[in-house]
Nanobody, 126 residues
């Protein structure tokens, strides 16, 4: 059973920045794509960003492209989400997730991810 623990959420003013972290217990972390998703109250969970097992392959939702950056440190079994120029509409619970299959191209489909963290709240005030 893989455990994913997110941290770094909080309250920030519009235009501010936050960096989310997600630490994984998986020893083979480096062989799995990782993703970030978010869910706002009353809305469905939506894709934010993903990074392949081979560092360098990243994909972003159009709504965050140019503002958010996903990265990973395989030595620390950790994936990050740097969020800049935050907007009130970015307010949500943010979840990290590990892809189902190793050595695979990352996907924006949440059904392709097997393990999920507990989530961390990000609130952006206007």
């Amino acid at each position: 059973q893989v455990q994913l623990v997110e941290s770094g959420g909080g309250l920030v003013q519009a235009g501010g920045s936050l960096r989310l972290s997600c630490a994984a217990s998986e020893r083979t972390f480096s062989t799995y794509a990782m993703g970030w998703f978010r869910q706002a109250p009353g809305k469905e969970r939506e894709f934010v960003a993903t990074i392949g097992w081979s560092v360098g392959t990243t994909y972003y939702a159009d709504s965050v492209k140019g503002r958010f950056t996903i990265s990973r440190d395989n030595a620390k079994n950790t994936v990050y989400l740097q969020m800049n120029s935050l907007k009130p509409e970015d307010t949500a619970v943010y979840y990290c997730a590990q892809y189902k299959l190793p050595l695979s191209t990352p996907s924006s489909d949440y059904a392709a991810y097997r393990y999920w963290g507990q989530g961390t709240q990000v609130t952006v005030s206007s």
